[in-house]
């Protein structure tokens, strides 16, 4: 019985290479793809239910604060790139953030496990085209933003070991929670005012029309 679910198990896992090495192999060629959020870790921009369309692009060619989706494991994620290490001339890994969680990811993507780029997003109510001028610019600003809000949390993790060591204090505690729902709600503003900007602007194109 251990041996047929192992076997099953190794098939399924090779039906999902194949899955994954088609998908690449035509995202390569330059198809593209869209994809359901079943997650909101990239809220409040991508939220449970939106759709993206993906297109390929180069570890080389990503710019700071672009949406990507990779492969990590038996699933795909989309996170927002922040930067990349060049180990040397052939080998790249990139460090990615979700928008909602106030820590880098700690696993590192490699070039292979890159599937693409988000160029487009299809929400209810909007169509948001991360191509145009605007979006870059704010992408930009927000990869900015969260490069800033990692480093000040882990500041004041630094301030409260140096201080008080590792009791755990609850004003220190307090102090620590504010910060971080502070940088959020700061970030949430940032990607909520761009969005209600581009639904306005769709509004008043659909009203003309």
């Given at each position: 019985?251990?041996?047929?679910?192992?076997?099953?198990?190794?098939?399924?896992?090779?039906?999902?290479?194949?899955?994954?090495?088609?998908?690449?192999?035509?995202?390569?060629?330059?198809?593209?793809?869209?994809?359901?959020?079943?997650?909101?870790?990239?809220?409040?921009?991508?939220?449970?239910?939106?759709?993206?369309?993906?297109?390929?692009?180069?570890?080389?060619?990503?710019?700071?604060?672009?949406?990507?989706?990779?492969?990590?494991?038996?699933?795909?994620?989309?996170?927002?790139?922040?930067?990349?290490?060049?180990?040397?001339?052939?080998?790249?890994?990139?460090?990615?953030?979700?928008?909602?969680?106030?820590?880098?990811?700690?696993?590192?993507?490699?070039?292979?496990?890159?599937?693409?780029?988000?160029?487009?997003?299809?929400?209810s109510y909007i169509e948001i085209n991360l191509e145009s001028?605007?979006?870059?610019?704010?992408?930009?600003?927000?990869?900015?933003?969260?490069?800033?809000?990692?480093?000040?949390?882990?500041?004041?993790?630094?301030?409260?070991?140096?201080?008080?060591?590792?009791?755990?204090?609850?004003?220190?505690?307090?102090i620590r929670k504010f910060i971080i729902f502070s940088l959020?709600?700061?970030?949430?503003?940032?990607?909520?005012?761009?969005?209600?900007?581009?639904?306005?602007?769709?509004?008043?194109?659909?009203?003309?029309?």
């Amino acid at each position: 019985m251990k041996k047929l679910l192992y076997y099953e198990e190794q098939l399924e896992k090779e039906k999902s290479k194949n899955v994954f090495y088609l998908l690449k192999k035509n995202i390569k060629c330059g198809r593209i793809f869209d994809f359901e959020v079943v997650s909101n870790c990239m809220s409040p921009l991508l939220k449970t239910g939106d759709k993206i369309s993906i297109r390929n692009i180069a570890p080389d060619a990503l710019r700071r604060g672009d949406i990507i989706v990779y492969k990590m494991g038996d699933h795909l994620r989309v996170h927002r790139y922040i930067y990349k290490i060049q180990k040397n001339d052939n080998f790249t890994k990139l460090v990615t953030k979700p928008d909602a969680i106030p820590h880098f990811n700690k696993y590192l993507i490699t070039s292979e496990e890159l599937f693409g780029k988000v160029i487009l997003i299809k929400k209810s109510y909007i169509e948001i085209n991360l191509e145009s001028p605007f979006w870059k610019i704010n992408n930009s600003l927000l990869s900015l933003i969260s490069y800033l809000q990692v480093y000040i949390v882990r500041f004041c993790y630094f301030i409260k070991r140096f201080f008080w060591g590792d009791r755990n204090l609850y004003f220190t505690s307090l102090i620590r929670k504010f910060i971080i729902f502070s940088l959020s709600v700061f970030l949430k503003f940032i990607i909520f005012t761009p969005l209600l900007i581009s639904r306005l602007k769709y509004q008043n194109k659909y009203l003309q029309s």
